[in-house]
């Protein structure tokens, strides 16, 4: 089998040569003139040493600069999904839909520079969160004054073409409930517009999760599914994924973990211990717990105590 998928490799990569355990190709992302990207195909993982660009999945490799029949033929080595499975995940949708949503017809930005006595009560609560003016202008954050969505902060999401998909509005005043959402699916990748895909993915569970964790991506109170958006992406770009949900969401991390790992996407989990949510954290002490994140292994004591029930 080993020989099989290296076959595949070079029909992908070109030729390279053998180099000890590994063997050196033409990096494809940064395609530099000399072979520096090491690849290792008994241990699934690739590097470049000039962009170092990484991973532990070949198979990112060859399902993002091989052709079709590369990826069904590697498919046939890969044990951890069937052929049919990635079939259905790739399939082009018959009539896609690209989901719009009005914002708030009294929505007020917060980037003002002189707030009005309304929009300073709004601007104090998100600072008692760690929201800062940066987030406030990289996240589009305003506030609603007036209408269906008074009293309210609102996150806006747009998609990967700049239009308004969804939003949060959150209440800031002690308004009941506390979350108002607009009436439209959920099956959205928040703020697409924005993540790049090129760098890791933070799973989280809110909005306000979201906006500490840097490159991330909220669940809105659902989970990852096949058929979802987020998780058609995340295995078609095939970046790593951090899980960071909340402490007591241990049963849909160890659901998420499964179906990932199941499609050969590295997964790490985020300790996020002894907090309520992620969104409690600074922006430093989240970006330290991630960088101590333990990897997610089939075989090791991680994935044991992750999956115990």
Request: glycine content about 6%; aromatic content about 10%; overall charge neutral.
């Amino acid at each position: 089998m080993r020989e099989e998928k290296l076959k595949i490799i070079r029909n992908v990569l070109g030729r390279g040569y053998h180099s000890g355990h590994e063997h050196l190709f033409h990096c494809p992302f940064c395609e530099h003139p000399k072979m520096k990207m090491s690849v290792n195909v008994d241990k699934s993982v690739f590097k470049c040493w000039i962009c170092d660009k990484s991973g532990r999945n070949l198979g990112y490799i060859v399902r993002k600069f091989g052709t079709r029949q590369d990826r069904d033929e590697w498919m046939k080595y890969d044990d951890r999904v069937e052929i049919t499975d990635f079939d259905f995940l790739f399939a082009e949708p018959e009539t896609p839909v690209e989901q719009r949503v009005d914002l708030p017809e009294s929505l007020v930005s917060l980037t003002n520079k002189a707030p009005s006595v309304t929009a300073q009560i709004a601007l104090r609560y998100l600072s008692k969160r760690g929201i800062t003016r940066d987030d406030i202008l990289k996240w589009k954050i305003g506030y609603c004054s007036g209408g269906e969505y008074a009293g309210r902060v609102v996150v806006p999401s747009f998609n990967e073409n700049g239009y308004a998909n969804y939003f949060i509005a959150r209440s800031y005043g002690g308004a009941w409930p506390r979350y108002k959402n607009p009436p439209a699916s959920r099956d959205i990748i928040f703020n697409e517009l924005y993540v790049n895909w090129d760098e890791d993915i933070v799973i989280v569970e809110g909005v306000f999760d979201a906006i500490k964790a840097g490159n991330a991506i909220p669940l809105l109170g659902s989970t990852l599914r096949e058929n979802s958006a987020l998780f058609q992406a995340i295995v078609k770009n095939g970046r790593r994924v951090f899980l960071a949900l909340d402490e007591d969401a241990s049963k849909k991390a160890r659901s998420i973990a499964r179906l990932l790992l199941k499609y050969g996407v590295e997964v790490h989990e985020v300790d996020t211990s002894g907090i309520e949510d992620v969104g409690d954290m600074s922006k430093n002490e989240f970006q330290s717990r991630k960088n101590n994140a333990a990897i997610v292994q089939k075989d090791n004591y991680l994935l044991q105590r992750l999956f115990a029930i």
